[in-house]
């Protein structure tokens, strides 16, 4: 194993390695749920968009809570053009209030300090593609450019830490 492979699992959710446990998303998910009746694909998304581009759950931490959720009637579903809409019932809006001002996630207590993450991680991935195209050239030189030109950023990135303090 390469020794800095374990950067790539943390790199794909930006979540620092915390991984936020299914039970945690309970409450977000139907605060979430308050603002209209949604698909599974419209509730992640959402949960993208108010993380600033943070976190981005998976289906499979999703579905199993809303299914869960209908099971302790705190959303009903409905089939509409293929798609199951999740709406909240009474009781899942009495949830959503208590949740509200009980529970924030650690990506809402850090607020507008991921502002502009998302655009941020849009440019890393940029740059993956560029690196994905670079090598299948196999060439000692590019490769040693491309180190110099990666270590030589992540250098200056890290001069950044704390500069604005």
Same mark, same amino acid.
């Given at each position: 194993m390469y020794e800095h492979d374990h950067y790539y699992?943390?790199?794909?959710?930006?979540?620092?390695?915390?991984?936020?446990?299914?039970?945690?998303?309970?409450?977000?998910?139907?605060? %979430?749920?308050?603002?209209?009746?949604?698909h599974g694909y419209e509730i992640i998304t959402k949960l993208e968009e108010k993380s600033h581009g943070m976190w981005r759950p998976s289906a499979g931490s999703i579905?199993? /809570?809303?299914?869960?959720?209908?099971?302790?009637?705190?959303?009903t579903s409905k089939l509409e053009n293929d798609k199951r809409i999740y709406a909240l019932t009474d009781k899942g809006k009495e949830m959503a209030v208590k949740a509200e001002t009980e529970h924030r996630?650690?990506?809402?207590?850090?607020?507008?300090?991921?502002? /502009?993450?998302?655009?941020?991680?849009?440019?890393?991935?940029? %740059?993956?593609?560029?690196?994905?195209?670079?090598?299948?050239?196999?060439?000692?030189?590019? /490769?040693?450019?491309?180190?110099? %030109?990666?270590t030589d950023t992540k250098?200056?990135?890290s001069s950044l830490i704390d500069s604005d303090k």
């Open positions: 699992g943390s790199f794909r959710g930006w979540h620092g390695g915390h991984r936020t446990r299914r039970g945690d998303m309970k409450p977000t998910i139907l605060r %979430i749920l308050q603002e209209k009746p949604m579905y199993p /809570n809303l299914q869960l959720f209908e099971e302790q009637d705190l959303v996630s650690r990506w809402e207590e850090k607020g507008d300090n991921f502002k /502009n993450f998302k655009e941020i991680k849009y440019i890393i991935f940029e %740059i993956m593609d560029i690196l994905k195209q670079l090598a299948p050239q196999n060439s000692d030189s590019t /490769n040693e450019k491309v180190k110099k %030109i990666l250098e200056k990135l």
